[in-house]
């Protein structure tokens, strides 16, 4: 099976490279055979990439402990489930994974358009083969998944050797979330070539009008989403797994997977203005190159050992492929942009500074300074030691002090942003839109100052999110009231139906609220304690309201580990609550351990018991008790913009009734231009 | 009266216990005020206090370094000093305030500055170009200002959303 992979694989990078070559003589021959053929080469180098993930992960299965990436990531007690994690839990497989995610978008890309925009596909084509030419270079002959333990034997030729058992996975991946975290990242990462291909295909081809946004607004919206989930995810992971109290803790390797988020946020929000006013052209197509690039150099800073990481690969030179890859994408881009330049000049002007139009170029303005701080933050580190000789930390201190301001003022945009009009806001608008949220958040915030609550970011931050909360619930409130009035549906169905109808712009809101549980959960690690001690069977530890009784402490061998398990007796006004096992194990095969934090959640807060392992002196247990406030908000806020983000995917409900043919009941159609408030007009296919 | 004295006895003690264990409560935050500014130096990339590593002897060996010297009384400039040459700079959480690492601190308020100039340009680039086109002129067209505004209105209305 590793030859059949192998051969796959190179099978795969042929028809990439007759893609991207055949994809440049079709642009320029038109030759509709020619266009054909390179496209199903193209599909096809996805079916060749396919068989060989399979592959490598049926050697996975079948223990194929000859295999020099199954023995290094697996071992025969691995369940199931972390077998196929195993697949990227190494530079090799994970490179490999990413091919096959890359894939999966390109194969549904030349799918879905495969007899639509015949003049801007055979561009895309050649851009994702050139893409797939260059992973699969690196499958196939700088970092191979499928090599095989050999020894040089008697007559020259290599011998085969297979080892009884492999190494095992690292304990720090062999948690349920480890499973889910690397897809959805990665899928973030590769999903956002789609958009980048069409970015650089239409301007190659001098595509006219805002088409490639249109075409791409929904991948890019998938890859965000991606994207995002898999950010949380690895918060969560650190949260759950790494045992120190924290979810974010500025790590080079999370920095690299924030810096294509910000960026791509910014390009959602002012695709917008291309969009509708036709302005931003410029910007957009260069945010677009810059989140891909932006993943490439993620990708590159976890795998090239440049800036130390616990999540990076081992160092390797595999660094210098990317660094030459991203080289040659800035030179690529850079040309095709220098060249087609005219294409993209702006057809609309402001009319006025306070606009929507003001609030996008704001907002893009604190996301890039965002992700330019975080990323020279990372990399000053290495900056300093070229440049000095001595390598300065930049910890976790310096980019919360720089990032928070920068938060708040996004935060204020989050709520400004979408209530003002387009072109330009009156007066009144401004006074009816924000007049409310404004005062109620403010005595809102007075009042949590009067309660004692003197923390100036966590302060600064309630009172924006209860200004953002309460603009996002006015303006469903106020659809909503209108789509009642019409149709005498509960209030309750009135916004459903409201958010159903322009699924874009509520479901806009619905990821801004979600935003917002997000920056509520983060204000509440002003409030974070922890206590650390020593416990015998029997002693208390007090922490917040709770007490923590230890009742016992065992050491348990497992399948594919031996656990040290503390049990503990959480009570809160000496009343029992619950039990919390955390533990430590420890696998043999590798001789590394894991932690396993025993959380017990609340909206309010979350007890955090970490065991710490025993102390050097007299072997006693060691717990290490936390206990920080609105973390399950930021989890549950993740859900939140995940699902709004899935609703701004579905078709209009309108748009929907179009294509069945079916008639709308005069009384949903509540919302004539004319009777509707101008904040609550709706439009299809717009935000 | 021997109540009294038992009382005044007991409230002693509590002083005395308060008055022993307020300094050793003193030195542990401020161990953790300290030790927050630095970064283990084991590799995990992670603060000092925050290393959790099993049996994490680098971490280990800092903060029991840290916690004599703060017992000694040392100033926290005394012991930033004795960890930087212990472990170079890069033992820093973040960058000191001074020299290159200054840089980094003001990076930030540079490209915060310069893109705000640039988003300003930007508006000022386009109001200017709107301002200039005769079809906004209102009295030029023969619009009332009445009629304009309500205009304006219509366009705000249709194009929201």
Known sequence: ?687 | MIRSHRLVAFFFCMAGIVAFSLPAVAQVDRARQIGGKFMCMCGCNQVLTQCNHVGCTTSTAMLKELDQSVARGDSEDVITQGFVQEFGTKVYAEPPKSGLSLVAWVLPSVYLLIGTVLVVFIISRWRSRVLGEPATAGGASGFSAEELERARRRVARDTED
């Open chain 1, 1 to 687: 099976m590793d030859v059949f992979g192998s051969f796959a694989l190179l099978l795969a990078f042929i028809c990439a490279v007759y893609a991207f070559v055949g994809g440049i003589f079709a642009i320029r021959t038109r030759h509709p055979l020619l266009v054909k053929s390179v496209r199903q080469a193209g599909m096809a180098t996805c079916g060749l990439i396919f068989i060989a993930t399979f592959s490598l992960v049926y050697l996975f299965f079948s223990d194929s402990y000859w295999v020099a990436y199954v023995v290094a990531h697996s071992n025969r007690d691995l369940s199931t489930f972390y077998k196929v994690a195993a697949l990227w839990s190494g530079q090799e497989g994970s490179l490999l994974f990413w091919s096959f995610l890359l894939a999966i978008y390109v194969f549904s890309a030349l799918f879905a358009y495969r007899n639509k925009n015949g003049e801007l596909m055979p561009y895309v084509g050649v851009v994702l083969a050139g893409v797939q030419i260059f992973f699969l270079t690196l499958n196939n002959f700088v970092a191979s998944p499928f090599k095989v333990l050999a020894t040089p034997g008697a007559n020259g030729a290599l011998d085969i050797f297979t080892r009884a058992d492999g190494n095992g996975l690292n304990p720090l991946l062999q948690y349920p979330e480890m499973v889910i975290h690397p897809p959805n990242l990665y899928s973030g990462y590769t999903g956002f070539t789609i958009p980048f291909a069409f970015a650089l295909g239409a301007l190659l081809a001098r595509y006219p009008g805002e088409k490639w946004i249109h075409l791409t607004r929904k991948w890019t919206m998938i890859a965000w989403c991606f994207q995002t989930a898999g950010v949380l995810l690895g918060a969560h992971w650190a949260y759950a797994v790494l045992g120190w109290g924290g979810y974010w803790g500025w790590d080079p390797v999370e920095n690299a997977s924030l810096l294509p988020w910000l960026t791509g946020t910014a390009f959602l929000h002012s695709v917008m203005m291309q969009e509708k006013r036709g302005m931003m052209k410029v910007w957009n197509v260069w945010l677009v190159f810059l989140t891909f690039m932006l993943c490439i150099l993620g990708t590159t800073l976890t795998r090239s050992g440049i800036v130390s990481s616990v999540h990076a690969f081992a160092q390797s030179s595999i660094g210098n492929w990317f660094v030459g890859f991203l080289a040659l994408i800035l030179v690529v881009c850079f040309v095709a942009y220098v060249k087609n330049r005219d294409y993209l000049k702006s057809e609309n002007h402001l009319d006025s500074i306070i606009s929507r139009e003001s609030s996008f170029l704001f907002n893009n303005l604190i996301l890039l300074v965002s992700c330019i701080a975080v990323l020279s933050g990372t990399l000053f580190p290495v900056f300093s030691e070229w440049l000095s000789g001595s390598r300065i930390s930049v910890g976790a201190p310096f980019f919360n002090k720089v990032n928070i301001p920068l938060g708040f003022l996004l935060l204020f945009l989050t709520g400004v942003g979408p209530l003002l009009a387009w072109r330009k806001t009156s007066k009144d608008s401004l006074k009816r839109n924000f007049g409310r949220p404004l005062v109620f958040s403010v005595i809102a915030g007075a009042i949590a100052f009067a309660l004692g609550l003197r923390e100036f970011y966590s302060l600064i931050c309630l009172t924006l999110c209860l200004f953002v909360v309460s603009t996002i619930l006015i303006e469903f409130y106020r659809g909503a009231k209108v789509v009642r009035s019409r149709s005498g549906a509960s209030f309750a169905a009135s916004a459903v139906d409201l958010t159903m109808r322009n699924t874009r712009r509520y479901g806009g809101y619905v990821v801004h609220m979600g935003m917002v549980l997000i920056f509520v959960g983060l204000a509440g690690a002003a409030f974070n304690k922890d206590v650390q001690k020593e416990m015998q069977i029997g002693s208390t530890l007090q922490i917040g309201p709770y007490n923590l009784l230890l009742q016992s402490f065992e050491s348990k061998p497992e399948k594919n580990y031996t656990a040290e398990r503390m049990v503990v007796e959480v009570m809160r006004d000496n009343k029992p609550l619950m039990m919390l096992y955390p533990e430590r194990r420890f696998f043999q095969t590798n001789e590394q351990s894991g932690t396993m934090v025993a959380i017990y959640s609340t909206l309010q807060h979350d007890l955090y018991v970490v065991y710490a392992g025993q102390s050097p002196d007299n072997q006693t247990p060691v717990v290490h008790a936390y206990l920080n406030p609105l973390v399950k908000w930021i989890w549950f806020g993740g859900v939140i913009v995940v699902l709004g983000t899935i609703v701004t995917l579905l078709p209009n409900r309108r748009s929907v009734l179009a294509l069945s043919g079916a008639q709308e009941p005069a009384a949903a159609h509540p919302m004539t231009p004319t009777l509707a408030p101008s904040s609550i007009t709706m439009r299809e296919g717009h935000d």
